[in-house]
């Protein structure tokens, strides 16, 4: 019997097209699958068993009636915790939300609808999307399937090890400086944070509005194709969402699977390697530079000498616009309340007890940077270095198709282990959060897993603004040539979890 | 109790005033979303994810609130800047769903204008705009219990219905050298922008339900000794008063306040730069919160919205709907209707010019459109505690009354008759006549049937006529009038009388 939480996307399609499989089938075997495991990998909030069978039930009428169907239709999805999702709980990771029930879907959720899609449940979170590991939900840690004492990264870790633990094919994601990326990263998944306004945010839960894109996880290039193109798309409920037609991400990978790069210029960012990078992240990822070399494509080195300053300029603009998202969890509408007499008291009594530690430090900077007298130095600076990326991402693309590094310095780090140390965190999306600050799409695939301590590693692959596809395309070509080696897909190689009964 | 007094403060002070201007339009949906933006339906009846600032949502900008903002920046003489920015402003308070506002701050859509208003004896006086930006209303706090005040509330209630309600804030650069007419001018600004407003039909103007509100600031100055220029003398510490909200409560306000700073100063004790709430009832103000602890509202660009850029030809285009400036209409109309200062300035307070202009339009004279707006109609709305829109009677009802007088269908005590059927009702002034058989009996076989039975009945009259004595025709006027039941023509009615008596008229 074919165990379905282990094929991919495409195939479930292929399966529930041919008759195969039932939607019901492919959705029961997945709650199964989240109920045996999550108990360990902690990767949903909130499961919906009753609410995606009821989907796939009506998908497996609507194709036994004959029904014209999406091409997604009947294939089961975990949504990030950020995306608001009518009458199912919607938290973000905080406390301060806790028991609340949108009255409205966002837009990807109403899209995921209309696809058809069975939606599993709620991934968990860092809170607010603000951390590197999923120890900052208010909710407790996710654990990577690779080692259950390890991060999954964040922080949409939840996402990434619903894929990695077999509990989702497929999941949405957030990516503000490298939210999908690095946990994709981490736990050996593919993650896609699109063009900045090719995906609605509609309904996704504000962190910092001019760098959060929503965007596809999954275990293949593919898969997070077929997803992007559900997503993506105009919203005039958006007034950043781009006004084009959604890229062909589908097409670019089946292009990239034929294997052809000939022609195809690649830069290696130099600024993103050396000091920091693990040795074993770094060897995985030339030998990915080997690959793509052996299908034809041109690898120069390009230098982008503004990054330097990405981490700090990222650190003043998120918690600046962060504070001021923020403030509307004041009490008044909805989740948390603390009464305490007066409304000013208990607006800070419920903002001190329903945010997390990391939240209020990013609340705190964010409201010292913009402050009257401060504001030019710190806002409006880190403004300047935002343009000064961007101009160094122009150069570079003016040289190359695509720019690639290693997503993460590193491998999964031990829960725990950087949760005193705010700055060793955030030095963890060193390599994701220039694309965020230029509003460029990036990918991160698995390159292997490292020498030293056999974890996962990521291969990131940058593309220039509106040009999403060129990263399908290689992202494609580089992992059908990677699976070679590897007999089959990286996931596959994750151990075992212990079946709790 | 001092006895300090307006005038005794103008004569030893010089006032620097600059007034905030928030005109509330009349987009049919808020300033960015969907809901409707109407005055007075059910609390909390129109609202969405968007205006009650729940987790995710995000603005769009109503393009058509940008056009009114545009148009308004034209009318007083703005430029229009080629990308301009939302920004958000900061602030907790229950009734501002996100606790910020969406506003504009660093980059208005409009700035540096100027505005001439006509005061009452025709002097002009210029007013320099510096900004006309676009914004977010709040929503409105009912507090229960206690004075209604805050303070000493049980709670409060939030009505979400005002929330993203579009207003235009307009800002004026400190106004100087106006004296102790300071309070006329800034009653004259305000009755101007409110003027505008409503010959661009970009709101109601209404300043009794909030449609138009005004801060006004004002402070005092040492009068400039001999020699010395006025204008180098340095601006005194300035109150701004908020919430001034009729054209009567802005002169109140200033006379209030320039009386309350004048006491201070001569009194040696500082003007304290903050925020006062006005009282319409006792017409005095009271100290808000002080400005030296004013919040810093830390100001940065809208991230969820991006730049207004108006094309040129747009804007072109939208100058060219600007409306006259309404000090320059009403001397034109004045003009071509041949009104009376009198006339014209009681038809302006009465808020008739409109309705007037648009009864001339429709094919009436002037002077009988005036009579019948400031006359019959005038009174009826005030007996009935409405204003003269609010009546059931079109301009195009009045001009059809007019003409129906004009033509000789109906005499004027026809004319009324018709019009409280009209007011009743009933259809249009020629439907009314037609149904109330109110028209004029011009049959002259009837009329002289009724004038010889009239005479026959008062002999004496004849030869009184006869004897040159005309006047007492009057007396068979009357009759016949009566028999007819006002129905006839009385100028035909007197020349049948003087016809049988052999006397020419």
């Known amino acids: ?501 | 109790m001092s006895a300090m007094t307006y005038d005794k403060a103008m004569e030893q002070f010089d006032p620097v005033f600059g007034i905030e201007v928030h005109v509330e339009l009349n987009t049919k949906t808020k300033m960015f979303c969907g809901c409707a933006n109407e005055f007075g339906a059910e609390p909390n009846t129109q609202v969405c994810p968007v205006c009650l600032g729940l987790p995710g949502s995000m603005p769009v900008v109503n393009d058509k609130a940008v056009e009114s903002a545009i148009r308004l920046g034209l009318s007083l003489g703005c430029s229009i800047r080629e990308s301009s920015r939302f920004a958000r402003k900061n602030y907790f308070y229950p009734d501002l769903a996100k606790d910020y506002q969406i506003s504009q701050y660093d980059e208005p859509t409009c700035f540096e204008g100027s505005l001439d208003v006509v005061l009452d004896d025709g002097e002009v006086f210029t007013i320099g705009i510096e900004r006309a930006h676009m914004e977010e209303d709040a929503g409105k706090n009912t507090h229960v219990g206690g004075t209604g005040g805050i303070q000493g509330a049980s709670h409060s209630l939030v009505d979400y219905n005002r929330g993203g309600v579009p207003l235009v804030e307009i800002v004026t650069h400190p106004i100087t050298g106006a004296g102790a007419r300071t309070a006329e001018v800034a009653r004259a600004y305000v009755a101007t922008i409110r003027d505008i407003v409503k010959a661009l039909g970009i709101s109601d103007g209404r300043m009794e339900q909030g449609s138009v509100r005004a801060d006004v600031n004002l402070s005092l100055r040492p009068k400039a000794v001999a020699g010395e220029d006025q204008n180098a003398v340095p601006f005194g510490k300035r109150s701004e008063t908020k919430n001034v909200n009729s054209l009567r409560a802005i002169e109140r306000a200033i006379h209030f306040e320039a009386t309350r700073q004048a006491d201070l100063l001569l009194a040696g004790e500082p003007v304290v730069q903050e925020t006062r709430h006005w009282h319409e009832d006792t017409g005095s103000t009271t100290s808000g919160r002080s400005k030296e602890q004013a919040e810093d509202y830390r100001y940065f660009p809208e991230p969820d919205l991006l730049p207004v850029e108006p094309s040129r030809e747009w804007v072109e285009e939208l100058r060219g709907t600007i409306p006259e400036h309404p000090a320059k209409m009403r001397a034109r109309l004045k003009e071509e209707w041949a009104f009376s200062d009198t006339d014209m300035r009681d038809a302006v307070n009465a808020d008739a010019l409109d309705l007037i202009a648009a009864s001339v339009a429709a094919g009436a004279k002037p002077q009988a459109a005036r009579k019948w707006w400031m006359g019959e109609l005038a009174r009826t709305a005030n007996d009935r505690g409405v204003t003269l829109r609010d009546l059931p009677v079109t301009p195009q009802d009045v001009a059809q009354l007019q003409g129906l007088v004009d033509e000789g269908k109906i005499n004027d005590k026809l004319a009324r008759q018709a019009l409280e059927g009209v007011l009743a009702g009933e259809g249009s002034p020629a439907e009314v006549v037609e149904s109330r058989g109110l028209a004029v009996v011009s049959d002259d076989s009837a009329l002289e049937a009724a004038v010889d039975e009239a005479l026959a009945a008062q002999p004496d009259v004849l030869a009184k006529i006869q004897d040159g004595k005309v006047q007492a025709a009057g007396a068979i006027v009357g009759a016949v009038m009566k028999a007819t039941r006002g129905q006839a023509d009385a100028g035909r009615v007197r020349e049948i009388i003087l016809q049988r008596a052999g006397v020419e008229g």
């Open chain 1, 1 to 501: 019997m074919t165990d379905w939480t282990r094929a991919s996307a495409a195939h479930m399609v292929a399966a529930l097209k041919s008759g195969e499989v039932t939607s019901v089938e492919l959705t029961q075997a997945h709650l199964d699958r989240i109920a045996a495991v999550d108990g360990a990998v902690h990767a949903f909030l909130h499961v919906d068993a009753e609410g995606a069978l009821a989907t796939a039930r009506d998908v497996d009428a609507a194709r036994a009636a004959g029904e014209e169907l999406p091409e997604l239709a009947g294939v089961p999805i975990a949504v990030k915790d950020i995306l608001v999702t009518q009458g199912m709980p919607t938290t973000a990771g905080s406390k301060i939300l806790e028991g609340w029930e949108p009255q409205y879907d966002a837009t990807v959720t109403r899209k995921l609808r209309e696809a058809r899609m069975p939606i599993l449940g709620k991934t968990n979170m860092d809170e607010f999307a603000m951390g590197s590991s999923t120890e900052h939900s208010g909710y407790g840690p996710t654990h990577n399937p690779w080692d259950l004492d390890r991060i999954p990264g964040g922080s949409g870790g939840g996402s990434a090890a619903s894929l990695a633990a077999f509990e989702a094919p497929l999941a949405i994601g957030s990516d503000t400086g490298g939210s999908i990326r690095q946990p994709a990263s981490v736990t050996a998944t593919v993650g896609v944070k699109p063009t900045y306004g090719g995906v609605s945010r509609y309904g996704a839960i504000a962190l910092a509005s001019s760098l959060d894109q929503l965007g596809p996880c999954a275990r293949t290039v593919e898969d997070a194709a077929l997803l992007h193109e559900v997503m993506g798309g105009h919203d005039p409920m958006d007034a950043t969402s781009l006004d084009e037609p959604v890229p062909s991400c589908v097409d670019a990978a089946r292009q990239g699977r034929e294997g052809d790069l000939s022609g195809v210029r690649i830069g290696v960012i130099k600024e993103l390697s050396g000091e920091g990078y693990q040795a074993g992240v770094e060897r995985r990822f030339h030998e990915g530079l080997d690959k793509l070399k052996a299908l034809g494509a041109e690898v120069v080195e390009v230098s982008c000498p503004s990054f330097q300053y990405a981490l700090a300029a990222y650190y003043l603009i998120l918690p600046s616009e962060a504070s001021s998202n923020l403030a509307k969890f004041d009490s008044v509408r909805f989740g948390m309340r603390v009464e305490k007499g007066t409304v000013e008291r208990t607006m800070a009594a419920t903002r001190a007890e329903g945010f997390g530690d990391e939240v209020k430090r990013r609340i705190i900077l964010g409201t010292y940077a913009l402050s009257a007298g401060y504001y030019d130095a710190y806002y409006g600076s880190a403004q300047k270095v935002r343009t000064l990326i961007q101009r160094d991402f122009a150069a570079a693309f003016e040289q190359c198709d695509v720019l690639v590094s290693p997503t993460t310095p590193t491998t999964p780090f031990k829960l725990g282990e950087r949760l005193d140390d705010p700055l060793a965190m955030y030095l963890n999306d060193v390599a994701t959060i220039p694309a965020n600050l230029a509003g460029i799409p990036g990918m991160s695939l698995p390159s292997g897993l490292a020498d030293e301590d056999g974890l996962p590693a990521g291969f990131q692959i940058l593309a220039p603004a509106h040009e999403d596809a060129r990263m399908y395309r290689i992202g494609a070509a580089l992992e059908k040539e990677l699976a070679k080696d590897w007999g089959g897909p990286l996931a596959a190689q994750a151990p075992e979890l212990e079946v709790s009964k």
